[in-house]
């Protein structure tokens, strides 16, 4: 599913290179659940930003779903991202003048598809996300958990096969960070790529891998069951 | 993205952005405004103008005492001459072969009454020539009678708003009414019309020129009209005419022939430049509807910034996110648009409502003109921010911290 080879992103920081990534290596296989840890600035969101195609790596190649990423054009790029890549962040980024129902629908009205079509599958997917009282109403009267929820589904009502979450339970109480966590495992279950990336160990010890980074570099992939230290880089 | 859903999504950005947005609004309909009234106004004026110097046959020629430039150039409308064209001029005028028709004219304001009631009116000297020559309609009666021009008569022929101030709903023909201290006898009552280069003939008397004469106790004539048999030698005819009248004159040629054509195209010419000036002035607010419209929309792209960045991770092609901005600016300049033509029209009816006899109306170009200034305003205007927003990368979009 996704191929990191010597992949590297630095920043100018006034006169300073800083190397956000750090020639990374990874493999992400297609159903995997991963989460990211790590102090901030250890580069968790550079990463996640450049595996989504948000963010262009300095060097090193990225292949996602066996398509090298380097030298495709903003277009291509987005296109990519329309159709392999769901995004949920840590506030949401809801649009707020637009209902429940018209943010899910977002991402199939920016593809082009059928008002018909488009409704079909909102209505199935405010069900699930047990949303359908409050399809009609606006984030601003949304609580913490719903409007994570609303996001969850613009993010998946394109069918990606890989789910990228910032911090998705960051801005929750326990009991909504809960409800939102169990609900993008239950997308994982159903076969989505899941990686979330968060400071929270109680969210990031769910996963069955688990990376953590520091100052740009994966020190430690291990899968949980086994225990077994995958060594990184 | 399909277009209906463009035009949907614009209209819930236009929706919440109300006041920035009405504003923007509403200067692009200044300027539409501004075009659309100003040029029907004057595009209105223009054709009045015109529509009564085509009620001068083709084939008349004016016959002005003093002497101008007679090629283009307005005509010396006071006569400043030391000779005066009298009636034995236009008797020889009307010996001339290619002169078929003479009308004599002395005009000037005198006291009209009837009974008790009296009041200013504008009195004209002429003959019967003049009432087919500047198509004058009775509405009954009879016109001037045929009668050598040096031959008085008192009868007159009035218009129909003097008519109804002096009669009332009375019979009138065959009734006396004093001009000046002269008695006239009421032969005729014109058709009911508006202007006629800017006289109002409703409230005119015509009365036989010599009689004129007696009232005005003048000798000269104010103007000649002239009809020619044909067109087709019109230089020699006005050759001839100057010729003739050098001659009478003392050999000196102090008239001033004026054409319908000269005088179209004099008139069209200060017309024309008056109806692009007002465009002008107009086109300078459409400049100012489109700064604004630039400020507007960047503005929009930097408070809109994150959303931007939203678009695009969910998969928007940057040309995409330039559409949407450009068709927002697009939307808004139409809309602004349409009122301002609604509002110009609507003003342009009701002052054709108050003033009957000009053809208020602005012309196609400028109706169209204005609405594809405006769109072209918007675009151009709002190619920079939509430009800006198009080349923004998702990521740093996505983490501005101005808004949410």
């Keep these: ?137 606006i984030p601003n009267q949304l609580s913490g958990g719903q409007r994570q929820r609303v996001a969850i589904g613009r993010a998946i009502i394109t069918e990606p096969d890989l789910l990228l979450a910032d911090e998705p339970t960051g801005n929750l109480d326990s009991r909504s960070g809960l409800e939102v966590i169990t609900l993008l495992e239950e997308l994982n279950a159903g076969g989505i790529t899941l990686l979330v990336v968060t400071h929270d160990e109680d969210i990031g010890t769910r996963a069955r891998r688990r990376l953590h980074m520091v100052d740009g570099k994966i020190n430690r992939d291990w899968l949980s069951e086994s225990k077994n230290d995958g060594g990184g880089s | 993205m399909r277009i209906s859903d463009l035009i949907t999504f614009n209209f819930r950005v236009i929706e919440r952005q109300r006041a920035r947005s009405l504003m923007l609004l509403i200067a692009i309909a200044i300027g539409v405004f501004a075009i659309n009234l100003l040029t029907g106004i004057g595009e209105g004026g223009k054709q009045f103008v015109l529509g009564e110097f085509n009620l001068l046959g083709k084939n008349v020629l004016i016959i002005v005492p003093g002497k101008k430039e007679t090629t283009g150039g307005m005509p010396p409308m006071t006569g400043e001459t030391t000779r005066e064209l009298t009636l034995r001029d236009a008797e020889a005028l009307l010996r001339l072969p290619e002169i078929s028709a003479v009308a004599p004219l002395i005009p000037g304001e005198m006291e009209i009454s009837h009974g008790s009631l009296s009041r200013e009116a504008f009195t004209m000297g002429t003959n019967r020539t003049f009432f087919a020559m500047r198509q004058l309609e009775l509405a009954q009666g009879k016109v001037l009678p045929e009668i050598p021009m040096d031959q008085s008569a008192a009868v007159c022929v009035i218009g129909s708003k003097l008519r109804r101030e002096l009669f009332g709903s009375r019979a009138v023909l065959g009734q006396w009414l004093r001009i000046g201290d002269t008695r006239f006898r009421v032969i005729g009552v014109l058709k009911d019309r508006g202007q006629s280069m800017g006289l109002d003939m409703n409230d005119a008397v015509l009365i036989p020129v010599a009689s004129a004469q007696t009232v005005f106790n003048t000798e000269g004539l104010f103007r000649i009209f002239v009809e020619l048999r044909s067109l087709q030698n019109l230089d020699t005819s006005r050759t001839r005419i100057t010729e003739l009248i050098k001659q009478r004159h003392e050999g000196e040629e102090d008239v001033t022939l004026i054409t319908q054509d000269s005088l179209l195209s004099a008139f069209a010419n200060v017309l024309d430049a008056m109806t692009l000036s007002v465009a002008g002035i107009a086109a300078i607010s459409m400049l100012v509807a489109g700064v604004l419209t630039m400020n507007v929309s960047l503005i929009a792209v930097n408070q809109r910034t ?99």
């Design chain 1, 1 to 137: 599913m996704i191929e990191l080879r010597q992949l590297c992103r630095d920043f100018l920081v006034g006169d300073q290179m800083v190397h956000a990534l750090d020639h990374i290596d990874l493999d992400i296989a297609a159903g995997e659940y991963l989460s990211v840890m790590g102090p901030s600035g250890s580069g968790k969101s550079t990463l996640l930003n450049i595996l989504g195609l948000l963010d262009k790596p300095s060097a090193g190649e990225y292949l996602l779903a066996g398509t090298a990423t380097g030298s495709l054009r903003e277009e291509q790029r987005a296109k990519l991202r329309r159709q392999h890549i769901g995004f949920v962040f840590q506030s949401y980024h809801l649009i707020p003048r637009l209902t429940a129902r018209e943010n899910i629908e977002l991402p199939l009205v920016l593809a082009g598809e059928a008002p018909k079509t488009r409704r079909q599958k909102v209505d199935q997917l405010l069900e699930r996300l047990d949303l359908s009282e409050r399809a009609e109403h």
């Design chain 2, 306 to 404: 994150r959303e931007i960045g939203l678009l695009k991770a969910l998969g928007l092609p940057a040309r995409t996110v330039r559409l949407i901005f450009l068709f927002e600016a697009l939307m808004m300049a139409l809309a602004g648009a349409l009122a301002g033509l609604l509002l110009s029209q609507l003003l342009l009816f009701l002052a054709q409502r108050a003033y009957p006899t000009v053809p208020f109306g602005t012309p196609t170009w400028a109706m169209f003109g204005s609405v594809v200034i405006a769109l072209l305003t918007a675009l151009v205007f709002s190619a920079i921010p939509a430009s800006q927003a198009a080349a923004m990368t998702p990521v740093d979009a996505l983490q501005d911290k101005k808004a949410g």
